[in-house]
């Protein structure tokens, strides 16, 4: 029931289908095919209470589903297809307590965007590359092309004008509401007649959006233009890095990294972004021999921000894009030597009280369900237990 799904096809169905789905059911899956691809998604067969649709219903968005436009919410009659303006779309299905039916099936694929115009949002800066060959369909040479700090040029090939802006110079615009932050910039291209002109300038508005820990690429074409939009979803770029001492002066970047068990071990996580009001917070931390499995046997460092392990310690950072940590080093009692660590970490406002980098320890019962809470999971190690540490373990 619902997900995060990363194939390029597939099929969604409502739970247990061609069986009834159960009544009180709520499943979202969150579909992220390729940066510069698009999602279609084709019903199949809908057999719900039709009317309203105001108990049992399917709803589609373009994008995250607390920060995007509802495409759709159906319950019977057709088989809508639904194209996403970006490389992700929502899908929600949700069921009372009145009725059960047999429920949905949709196919999903991807389909190439228009690649005349592209945009990444990367860790530093918003990479925006624009064809020659669009160019030259406009009636634009490329030396006509400007960023809106005309001192920001951009690197010019044989067949494409590539934009490198970084998200506090070059002129880029920063502004915050309820549950963004929104970086923006405007690509021009001018007219190089000067008395008077025949055609209109085009202005390219550039925007890379933070959505919790989520990058929404915006780029359109305004003044008289077709317009072009296109969005990319990505993830910041976190890494955690162990440290020889609490000073966390030098890495280790041995792998694995052999310890003694109970030994005191020093991890860093560290956010690469180049805007300075952005803040970092473990929530989750789960240890396991295993790296690609970490529930069969797992064990809980710190979960959901509260503290699961008496050896765990939080450190005071100087930078607010890094979060540091300890705990003892340990065995499973197993006797898998080797251990792996997933940590999911969440990105905020600095100063922002009601995110969720500001809340500490939240119940899974009590956690806020009113806003998507998707986070950053890293997995690093392994670490290895050093021959012979086994004879000096001690109670603790």
Excluded at 310 to 319: D, G, K, L, M, V
Aim: proline residues 5%; aromatic residues 12%.
């Amino acid at each position: 029931c619902g997900g995060s799904i990363s194939n390029s096809s597939g099929v969604l169905q409502s739970p247990f289908y061609p069986g009834n789905y159960p009544n009180n059911a709520d499943c979202v899956w969150e579909i992220q095919v390729e940066n510069n691809f698009r999602v279609v998604l084709t019903f199949r067969d809908i057999a719900m209470p039709s009317g309203s649709c105001q108990y049992d219903y399917i709803e589609v968005y373009d994008g995250p589903l607390h920060s995007s436009l509802l495409l759709g919410r159906l319950c019977s009659g057709s088989f809508p297809t639904y194209l996403s303006s970006s490389n992700m779309m929502t899908v929600r299905f949700h069921s009372d307590s009145r009725y059960i039916f047999r429920g949905f099936q949709a196919h999903y694929s991807s389909v190439p965007a228009d690649h005349n115009i592209t945009l990444l949002c990367l860790p530093d800066y918003m990479h925006a590359v624009v064809s020659r060959d669009y160019l030259q369909s406009q009636g634009y040479p490329a030396q006509m092309v400007t960023l809106n700090n005309s001192r920001c040029r951009p690197t010019v090939t044989s067949q494409e004008i590539v934009f490198n802006i970084p998200y506090n110079s070059c002129g880029t615009v920063r502004e915050e509401n309820n549950d963004t932050i929104n970086y923006s910039n405007i690509i021009t291209l001018t007219s190089s007649e000067h008395i008077i002109k025949r055609k209109k300038d085009i202005r390219l508005h550039i925007s890379c959006q933070m959505l919790q820990n989520t990058w929404m690429q915006v780029m359109y074409i305004a003044e008289d233009t077709v317009d072009v939009n296109q969005h990319q979803f990505g993830r910041y770029d976190i890494n955690i890095t162990f440290y020889d001492s609490p000073l966390f002066l030098r890495q280790v970047h041995d792998s694995p990294y052999y310890v003694d068990l109970n030994q005191n071990l020093y991890l860093q996580a560290y956010l690469h972004s180049s805007d300075p009001n952005l803040v970092l917070f473990v929530d989750t931390c789960v240890a396991s021999p295993d790296p690609r499995d970490f529930n069969t046997l797992a064990y809980d460092l710190i979960r959901n921000g509260c503290v699961r392990d008496s050896s765990y310690a939080t450190y005071h950072s100087p930078y607010s894009h890094f979060a540091r940590f300890k705990f003892n080093a340990f065995e499973f009692l197993s006797r898998q030597a080797s251990v792996y660590l997933q940590c999911e970490l969440a990105v905020c406002r600095l100063g922002d009280s009601s995110s969720r980098c500001y809340r500490g320890c939240i119940s899974r019962a009590k956690r806020d369900t009113s806003s998507a809470e998707e986070k950053v999971n890293v997995v690093v190690g392994p670490l290895v237990l050093r021959e012979g540490s086994a004879h000096s373990r001690n109670t603790g």
